[in-house]
């Protein structure tokens, strides 16, 4: 059992920057990867970042040059830097790990104002 914890969501201007943290519960050694997604109001959930635990990082067109995932082993927590914002970057944003089978954070709200 895998849990995970956000942090850092808020609300920013356009062409500003949040940091988002997700802490998990367990050695994030021993999971496979981590993920952040996002989902805006009516909208499908989208994959945003990945990074595994081999370091293979990988982002979404729409943020990539913009965001930058990265993690901290000894504290266990994964971060999803995001700069240059723009109101369509607005979305709860949510961190997954793949351990066995896939584990989701409960999400936190970035709202990106014009």
């Known amino acids: 059992q895998v849990q995970l914890v956000e942090s850092g969501g808020g609300l920013v201007q356009a062409g500003g920057s949040l940091r988002l943290s997700c802490t998990a519960s367990?050695?994030?050694?021993?999971?496979?990867?981590m993920h952040w997604y996002r989902q805006a109001p009516g909208k499908q959930r989208e994959l945003v970042a990945t990074?595994?635990?081999?370091?293979?990082?990988k982002y979404a067109d729409s943020v990539k040059d913009r965001f930058t995932i990265s993690r901290d082993n000894a504290k266990n927590t994964v971060y999803l830097q995001m700069n240059s914002l723009k109101p369509e970057d607005t979305a709860v944003y949510y961190c997954?790990?793949?351990?066995?089978?896939?584990?989701w954070g409960q999400g936190t709200q970035v709202t990106v104002s014009s």
């Open positions: 997954a790990a793949v351990k066995y089978t896939l584990y």
């Open positions: 990074l595994t635990s081999g370091g293979t990082i």
């Open positions: 367990v050695n994030i050694f021993s999971i496979n990867s």
